[in-house]
């Protein structure tokens, strides 16, 4: 069995950084990438940020581009994100995701790309 843990999540004020991270335990597995999704209250989950391995190609949301960035290890299944410049609006249950399935041509943005899922760490911005 996958687990996915996150950690680093917290109370932070607006304009302030914080750096999540996540690392996989149990049975031993091979992603083709990892991710971020967040999920705010009464809605929907989103994508964040995601790293493809092969290339090392990055993905963001329009809503995090220039302030969060994403960085990881293939080989242990690990991967931070580091999140600057933090408004209110970032304030969600951040969750990690790994995937399995290498998807040539098209980035990691979608949750179904995704096998792996932690229990979310929360992250609250004050105004």
């Known amino acids: 069995q996958v687990q996915l843990v996150e950690s680093g999540g917290g109370l932070v004020q607006a304009g302030g950084s914080l750096r999540l991270s996540c690392a996989a335990s149990g049975r031993t597995f091979n992603s083709t990438a990892m991710g971020w999704f967040r999920q705010a209250p009464g809605k929907e989950r989103h994508f964040v940020a995601g790293i493809r391995w092969s290339g090392g190609n990055t993905y963001y949301a329009d809503s995090v581009k220039g302030r969060f960035t994403i960085s990881g290890d293939n080989a242990k299944n690990t991967v931070t994100l580091q999140m600057n410049s933090l408004s209110p609006e970032d304030t969600a249950v951040y969750y990690c995701?790994?995937?399995?399935?290498?998807?040539?041509?098209?980035?990691?943005?979608?949750?179904?790309?995704?096998?792996?899922w932690g229990q979310g760490t929360q992250v609250t911005v004050s105004s």
């Open positions: 995701a790994a995937a399995l399935t290498f998807y040539s041509g098209i980035t990691y943005i979608y949750s179904w790309q995704y096998n792996y």
